[in-house]
């Protein structure tokens, strides 16, 4: 099973298997809040990469979330999401934020790893969720932004972990 996780900066931060992500997005859908800048970040941060521009909104946006994931009837949410069948999460817990509080702590340590690898090297090394596996890695790393921004429908990372073909990646292959 590929491990997929967030990608920022000069940092790395695993955050478990397909599954375990795609529930961790489930209970963000079920928890929905209209907020269309919030709606949009989360989108982004799912399908795409994080801009510049927006790390202090995505920051806000996750911490609003971590809000509604401690607040959360626990078994209002679970009942309606498909819990992973091979999980490192631990379900027995009461408490949604307990269960996910890596997804949440790892946010903010790329946000800051962005951050200073900007300051340091004047460039921006953008947030997104990705394969970290190796050599799947060296891959994304390899994938222009422009790339992430032509995603329509499914997530790369996603498609990529359940072995779909990636025509992003054949096009890196290809001489030029």
Same mark, same amino acid.
């Given at each position: ?10 940092? %790395?931060?695993?955050?478990?298997? &397909?599954? &375990? ?9 079920? *928890?929905?809040?209209? $907020? ?15 801009? =510049? &521009?927006?790390?202090? *909104?995505?920051? @806000?946006?996750?911490? +609003?979330?971590?809000?509604? =994931?401690?607040?959360?009837? /626990?078994? @209002? #949410? #679970? +009942? ?8 490192? %999460? $631990?379900? @027995?817990? $009461? $408490? *949604? ?6 997804? /949440?702590?790892? /946010?903010?340590? #790329?946000?800051?790893? +962005? ?31 422009? #790339? ?5 429908? +499914?997530?790369?990372? *996603?498609? &990529?972990?359940?072995?779909?073909? %990636?025509?992003? /990646? ?7």
């Amino acid at each position: 099973m590929k491990t997929i996780g967030y990608c920022g900066g000069g940092l %790395l931060f695993r955050l478990g298997n &397909e599954e &375990e992500v795609e529930s961790f997005f489930d209970c963000i859908r079920i *928890l929905h809040t209209s $907020n269309d800048n919030f709606d949009q970040i989360v989108d982004r941060l799912y399908r795409k990469y994080i801009k =510049f &521009e927006d790390l202090d *909104l995505a920051r @806000d946006a996750m911490r +609003s979330i971590a809000l509604l =994931f401690k607040e959360a009837k /626990f078994e @209002d #949410v #679970v +009942s309606k999401i498909s819990v992973p069948s091979i999980t490192k %999460l $631990n379900f @027995d817990r $009461n $408490n *949604l934020f307990d269960i996910y509080s890596k997804f /949440f702590s790892g /946010f903010e340590d #790329v946000i800051e790893s +962005s951050k200073y690898f900007y300051e340091d090297y004047g460039k921006y090394q953008p947030i997104s969720i990705i394969v970290v596996d190796i050599p799947a890695y060296d891959k994304y790393k390899r994938l222009p932004v422009s #790339v992430f921004e032509k995603v329509q429908r +499914s997530p790369i990372w *996603l498609r &990529e972990a359940k072995g779909e073909e %990636l025509p992003e /990646f054949d096009e890196l292959s290809r001489p030029q």
